[in-house]
């Protein structure tokens, strides 16, 4: 079987040419060789690769620039989706479609979860382009799947943890605020790649949710990883509000992988079992990395 990963050099896309290569047959597309809003591209890569599925892990995932260059983030987010939905139907292809947490308002008190079924309101314009992107595949197409993840972050690319490191290691006495009224479930790129291998496999249709089982803050989630990194820091907990940002995020981003878990297709991990893997795995090269080496 042929599988086509557009976004291929992603942080999730690397993860999955990487472990889904053995499987199938691998093609992986990305900028600035492929623009997936243009339909002259799209429509020409897969009537020529006429793929058995197509992954698509690209997107503007730049929440708050979403909100001063939103014709960009429109594009990869919902036209993007659309016009892959379109050829993906086109062609009798298989579209497995990433979206966010993003698409809900978070106001349901946390550690209460949001389900598959619980009605989308989003708080800022990537919410609100990803929600569009989702509609955008399910009109288009009806061989899908809207694997909806959260926090995520891997070896590849940047990410929060990532960031973290870089600004411990720079100054370990230097007080660094993260906000510690946010919760959602920390999710580990390479369990995701996994988690579309099953999906893929099972014959799923519609939307999922899929991220680490749990929950945390963005301080917890912080402070664990650098005490697992073994770094030095200063972290100091503060509320949203004396952190502020250009897109508001939703208080409550804690999804439950209820779908999945009942299709018994469930592989994801608790969070801290994957960080730790994770540490595990990639401690020396993070630490090269952050170091700028």
Same mark, same amino acid.
């Given at each position: 079987?042929?599988?086509?990963?557009?976004?291929?050099?992603?942080?999730?896309?690397?993860?999955?040419?990487? @472990?889904?290569?053995?499987?199938?047959?691998?093609?992986?597309? =990305?900028?600035?060789?492929?623009?997936?809003?243009?339909?002259?591209?799209?429509?020409?890569?897969?009537?020529?690769?006429?793929?058995?599925?197509?992954?698509?892990?690209?997107?503007?995932?730049?929440?708050?620039?979403?909100?001063?260059?939103?014709? *960009?983030?429109?594009?990869?987010? &919902?036209?993007?989706?659309? #016009?892959?939905?379109? *050829?993906?139907?086109?062609?009798?292809?298989?579209?497995?479609?990433?979206? !966010?947490?993003? %698409?809900?308002?978070?106001?349901?008190?946390?550690?209460?979860?949001?389900?598959? &079924?619980?009605?989308? /309101?989003?708080?800022?314009?990537?919410?609100? !382009?990803?929600?569009?992107?989702?509609?955008?595949?399910? %009109?288009? &197409?009806?061989?899908?799947?809207?694997? +909806? !993840?959260?926090?995520?972050?891997?070896? /590849?690319?940047?990410?929060?943890?990532?960031?973290?490191?870089?600004? *411990? @290691?720079?100054?370990?006495?230097?007080?660094? +605020?993260? %906000?510690?009224?946010?919760?959602?479930?920390?999710?580990?790129?390479?369990?995701?790649? =996994?988690?579309?291998?099953? &999906? !893929?496999?099972?014959?799923?249709?519609?939307?999922? /949710?899929?991220?680490?089982?749990?929950?945390?803050?963005?301080?917890?989630?912080?402070?664990?990883?650098?005490?697992?990194?073994? %770094?030095?820091?200063?972290?100091?907990?503060?509320?949203?509000?004396?952190?502020?940002?250009?897109?508001?995020?939703?208080?409550?981003?804690?999804?439950?992988?209820?779908?999945?878990?009942?299709?018994?297709?469930?592989?994801?991990?608790?969070?801290?079992?994957? #960080?730790?893997?994770?540490?595990?795995?990639?401690?020396?090269?993070?630490?090269?990395?952050?170091?700028?080496?």
């Amino acid at each position: 079987m042929k599988l086509l990963v557009v976004g291929a050099k992603g942080q999730l896309g690397r993860d999955c040419v990487s @472990l889904l290569q053995a499987q199938y047959g691998i093609t992986g597309l =990305d900028l600035p060789d492929f623009d997936m809003t243009s339909e002259t591209a799209v429509n020409s890569a897969i009537s020529s690769l006429q793929p058995d599925i197509i992954v698509n892990c690209a997107g503007y995932t730049r929440v708050d620039d979403c909100e001063k260059y939103r014709d *960009a983030a429109m594009k990869a987010n &919902t036209l993007g989706p659309m #016009l892959l939905a379109r *050829a993906a139907h086109q062609a009798g292809s298989m579209l497995v479609h990433i979206s !966010t947490d993003y %698409v809900f308002d978070g106001t349901r008190p946390p550690p209460d979860p949001y389900v598959e &079924t619980d009605q989308p /309101h989003p708080l800022s314009w990537y919410g609100q !382009t990803k929600l569009d992107g989702e509609q955008a595949v399910a %009109v288009n &197409t009806d061989r899908f799947v809207v694997l +909806r !993840t959260a926090w995520l972050y891997g070896r /590849h690319g940047g990410n929060f943890p990532k960031k973290m490191l870089q600004l *411990a @290691l720079a100054n370990p006495a230097k007080a660094l +605020r993260v %906000v510690n009224d946010q919760y959602g479930s920390p999710t580990w790129s390479h369990r995701l790649a =996994d988690q579309i291998q099953k &999906t !893929t496999a099972c014959g799923c249709h519609g939307i999922y /949710h899929s991220t680490a089982e749990g929950y945390c803050t963005w301080y917890e989630f912080a402070r664990r990883f650098l005490d697992l990194m073994n %770094v030095d820091h200063s972290l100091v907990p503060c509320r949203s509000d004396e952190y502020p940002t250009p897109a508001k995020r939703p208080v409550n981003s804690i999804l439950e992988n209820t779908r999945l878990k009942a299709a018994g297709i469930n592989v994801m991990k608790p969070w801290d079992v994957d #960080l730790q893997e994770f540490v595990a795995t990639f401690r020396e090269e993070l630490l090269l990395e952050a170091r700028g080496r």
